[in-house]
């Protein structure tokens, strides 16, 4: 039985829509299969009473589905809600699975935290780099109860530059720690503060659709559970998100008009990998060559190649026959292989992800 399966998650924010909503959003998320819950204690202004009960309620509601909830808090929340650090009931008592540390202490703090007997999970924030997490360790934390999460980012162009969100999620995959980044929905209009230019962990997701932002984050293969950072998500976004196969690349893409049945059923529904001899200008599925010996593989469009198109060679190349490959640079065509389809433009960034040996398939768009 695999336990360590990546999740995904929404979150949603009780001082800022109504609990109805809260509570629709999180059975129609629940319905598509997505099993964590972010929430935020951070923007937490008014009757303290309220909305602590608008907090429980919400969880509670969240537990009917087996959903795990982590609420975002900092030093200064600890405060304000009169919690000591070496008791850790108040947030046990809202139901909640663990809190996500926003800004952190001195390390010796969490690593306490870690042995708290309430059993709750300590989550780190991942996008502020440094020695953090290595501080924490030296100070002996019980790593069982850790989890790691990064930040999002309200303000356009200030998202999590690519290099620095590799490097930092390393720190915490090398260690055995799960991850989660954040997607930004472009249906969605609440977050915990007022700005509204998206949501996200890394900028250069701030604009592409949200299965590509998700698609991205696992291809990376340093983030275990992407998490919706605003609400509402639409419903259409929550089906396409759970129908996303997190472990093997997954690429849109249109096919030509006049491909043949059988050049077809090779992109749609052949089992693709990469040959582990890889080359600089293709990725060459070739196991369709070998069902398909003997089949005619005729040339009808044989344009000079460009990234992202898929290519099926043509009876012309002999035993390369049916071969499936993809271009990774642009070539000139001999006029022996038919480019039968291209990927859609925003997910050729997934092109880069398609290590040796690594499993990948296609959806057609048309």
């Known amino acids: 039985m695999v336990t360590n399966m990546r999740k995904l998650g929404i979150s949603v924010y009780p001082n800022h829509s109504s609990i109805q909503d809260i509570k629709d959003y999180i059975e129609l998320a629940a319905n598509y299969n997505f099993s964590r819950i972010f929430t935020c204690l951070l923007s937490v202004e008014g009757d303290k009473e309220q909305i602590v009960a608008d907090f429980k309620e919400v969880i509670a509601y969240a537990k009917q589905f087996d959903m795990e909830v982590i609420a975002d808090v900092s030093p200064k929340v600890f ?12 947030f046990k008592d809202i139901g909640a699975d663990g809190i996500r540390l926003d800004m952190g202490f001195t390390g010796n703090e969490e690593a306490i935290m870690t042995f708290n007997p309430q059993d709750l999970a300590i989550e780190l924030n991942i996008s502020s780099g440094t020695k953090y997490l290595e501080n924490i360790l030296a100070y002996q934390a019980d790593k069982s109860k850790l989890l790691g999460c990064h930040n999002f980012y309200p303000h356009r162009y200030t998202g999590l530059n690519y290099e620095h969100f590799i490097q930092t999620s390393k720190q915490y995959k090398d260690q055995g720690i799960r991850t989660a980044a954040f997607v930004n929905s472009k249906n969605a209009s609440i977050g915990p503060w007022p700005l509204d230019e998206g949501l996200c962990t890394l900028e250069m997701h ?16 340093v983030i275990d559970d992407v998490i919706i950072a605003n609400s509402f998500a639409s419903e259409e976004e929550l089906k396409e998100l759970s129908q996303i196969d997190p ?12 491909i043949p049945e059988i050049e077809k059923k090779i992109v749609l529904e052949e089992f693709h990998f990469n040959r582990g001899d890889v080359s600089d200008y293709v990725i060459r599925s070739t196991q369709s060559r070998v069902k398909y010996k003997g089949h005619e593989f005729e040339p009808f469009h044989t344009k000079n190649m460009e990234i992202g198109d898929i290519l099926i060679e043509t009876s012309l190349y002999a035993h390369y026959a049916g071969e499936l490959q993809l271009t990774k640079l642009p070539m000139e065509n001999s006029g022996k292989t038919n480019v039968v389809g291209s990927i859609v433009a925003e997910e050729r960034l997934l092109l880069d992800y398609i290590k040796p040996w690594q499993k990948f398939k296609f959806e057609s768009i048309n």
Not at 206 to 221: C, F, G, S
Not at 247 to 258: A, D, G, P, Q
Request: charge should be negative.
């Open 79 to 90: 405060g304000e809600l009169e919690i000591d650090y070496t008791d850790l009931t108040f």
């Open 206 to 221: 701030r604009d592409l659709p949200i299965a590509v932002q998700a698609k991205h984050l696992w291809a990376t293969e």
């Open 247 to 258: 472990y093997r690349i997954t690429m849109k893409c249109e096919l030509v008009e006049n």
